[in-house]
């Protein structure tokens, strides 16, 4: 089993709607949690950090997290074309001197 | 803020050659760097960890007498591969830590081709 596994892809969403993006963890001593978005040809950059259970809102964007069901979730709110993207999520475990273990990543399609 | 930059963004080199990437953390002190390697349509995999004025970790599998990495300051680690071959050809991508904080930021990636 991955240690943090994102829901198979590729997904595809209309423009201005939400687009739901899924991630489960193994390591139940992880207690920070990460979003990248990854263009084609370009490195990750962060759109959300999430620490604490419930949600995390920052413009678009909404971060969950449920410790108790080791699962985290990005939601993108008005889906736009420019949001078309890879999208990874990691995890930071309890003992690992602040390496991030990275799911294979969500490819997401915006349409206009 | 939190801006990391990679130097050069993009090596082109003759196999038997080395090249050195070098990671910058411009706006903050990062006590860890990471460097990643990243092949067309693959996920990222993690090569090492360097912390400031240690030696670096390297992930299993990864030639540490081949990937060469120096982190002599705090604002600055570096990536040599050595005797450079065709597979060595890929997008590699560093990332910092800032003190007292979980969060990578990742430089803009550096592409090499080996001929």
């Known amino acids: 089993q991955k240690e943090v596994e994102q829901n198979s892809g590729p997904l595809s969403v209309p423009e201005g709607a939400i687009a739901s993006l899924n991630c489960t963890y193994s390591d139940r001593g992880s207690q920070s949690f990460f979003w990248y978005r990854q263009y084609s040809g370009k490195s990750p950059e962060l759109i959300m950090s999430i620490y604490s259970n419930g949600d995390k809102e920052d413009g678009r964007f909404t971060a969950q997290l449920n410790k108790a069901s080791q699962y985290v979730s990005l939601l993108i709110r008005d889906s736009q074309p420019s949001d078309s993207a890879t999208y990874l999520c990691a995890g930071k475990g309890g003992t690992s001197y602040g390496k991030l273990t990275f799911g294979q990543g969500t490819i997401l399609t915006v349409h206009p | 803020g939190a801006v990391v930059s990679q130097h050069p963004s993009w090596v082109i080199c003759k196999s038997g050659t080395s090249v050195k990437i070098e990671c910058r953390s411009l706006d903050f002190q990062a006590t860890t760097m990471f460097w990643y390697r990243q092949f067309p349509k693959q996920s990222l995999m993690l090569m090492a960890t360097s912390n400031e004025g240690s030696k670096a970790t390297y992930e299993q599998g990864v030639e540490k007498d081949k990937f060469l990495i120096n982190h002599a300051s705090l604002t600055l680690s570096t990536l040599t591969v050595t005797s450079a071959h065709p597979e060595d050809s890929s997008f590699y991508i560093c990332?910092?830590?800032?003190?007292?904080?979980?969060?990578?930021?990742f430089g803009p990636g550096t592409r090499l081709t080996v001929l």
């Open positions: 990332s910092a830590r800032a003190i007292d904080t979980d969060t990578q930021y």
